[in-house]
C-alpha cells in the first residue's frame, strides 16, 4: 500500500497523559498537512510541513501542542497534558509540489479520546 | 471555523436516482476538490478541479469550479449503495484546504 498510514489508529487516553501520533507520507511527497476533525464537521487545518521546515501553525494548534518532521519524511504529532476537549479524529494529508496544481492525499486518521 | 457553506447537509436516495450537492464561499479558491468519507476513515479524493469555469467528470461523478471562484458543484449520476457516506467540498488558495461541513447521503429504505 503506498497510501499515507498513521498509527495509531485508535488512542484512548486519560486526561492529563501526553499522547503522541504519527504519519507517514506517500513516498517523495514533500508537502505534509495535519487537520483536526470534530464530529459532525469538516477537518480544519492544524499544521503543515515542506520537507522538514513547519511552514504554519494554525491558531488552533495550543502551545500543548507540537508537531515535528525531522528528516522531511514521517512526521509526528504530540499533545502534552491532555484536556477532553482535545478528543477528535486526527488526519494527515500529504502532496506532491509540483507547480500550480496540489492535490492532497489523506490517511485514515488517528481517533482520540480523552476521558 | 468553517468558511465554506455546503448544501443539502443531508440527502435520502434511491438507487438509480441523481444526486446533486453544491458548496459556496465568501472567498474565492484557485482550487476546488471533492472527498467523501465512510465512517472511521479518512476522506479519500474524488475530483479536483483547478481552473475557474472547468467541468470534470470520474465516472459517475461530475463536478464545476464555478467561474466567480466561490463555488462548485458535485453530481452522481444512477446512483448505487455504495455511494452512501458524508462528501465534503474544500477550496484551496495557496496551501491549506477549508472544508465545508458536509453532505451526508443515504440510501432511501
Known amino acids: 500500500d503506498t497510501g499515507v498510514s498513521q498509527n495509531p489508529r485508535h488512542k484512548i487516553t486519560k486526561r492529563g497523559q501526553n499522547v503522541t501520533f504519527r504519519c507517514d507520507p506517500i513516498s517523495e511527497h514533500n508537502r505534509l498537512y495535519w487537520y483536526r476533525q470534530t464530529l459532525g464537521q469538516g477537518p480544519e487545518f492544524l499544521t503543515y510541513f515542506q520537507n522538514e521546515a513547519q511552514l504554519e501553525k494554525s491558531r488552533l494548534l495550543s502551545d500543548r501542542f507540537s508537531a515535528e518532521r525531522p528528516k522531511g519524511s514521517f512526521s509526528t504529532l504530540e499533545i502534552q497534558r491532555t484536556e477532553q476537549g482535545d478528543s477528535a479524529m486526527y488526519l494527515c494529508?500529504?502532496?506532491?509540489?509540483?507547480?500550480?496544481?496540489?492535490?492532497?492525499?489523506f490517511g485514515p486518521g488517528t481517533r482520540l479520546l480523552v476521558l | 471555523g468553517q468558511q465554506l457553506n455546503q448544501s443539502p447537509q443531508s440527502m435520502f436516495i434511491q438507487e438509480g436516482e441523481d444526486v446533486s450537492m453544491n458548496c459556496t464561499s465568501s472567498s474565492i479558491f484557485n482550487t476546488w476538490l471533492w472527498y467523501k468519507q465512510d465512517p472511521g476513515e479518512g476522506p479519500v479524493l474524488l475530483i479536483a478541479l483547478y481552473k475557474a469555469g472547468e467541468l470534470t467528470s470520474n465516472g459517475r461523478l461530475t463536478a464545476q469550479f464555478g467561474i466567480t471562484r466561490k463555488d462548485s458543484f458535485l453530481n452522481i449520476s444512477a446512483s448505487i449503495p455504495s455511494d452512501v457516506g458524508i462528501y465534503f467540498c474544500a477550496g484551496q488558495l495557496t496551501y491549506k484546504l477549508s472544508f465545508g461541513a458536509g453532505t451526508t447521503v443515504t440510501v432511501r429504505a
Open positions: 494529508a500529504s502532496s506532491p509540489l509540483r507547480g500550480a496544481r496540489e492535490t492532497q492525499y
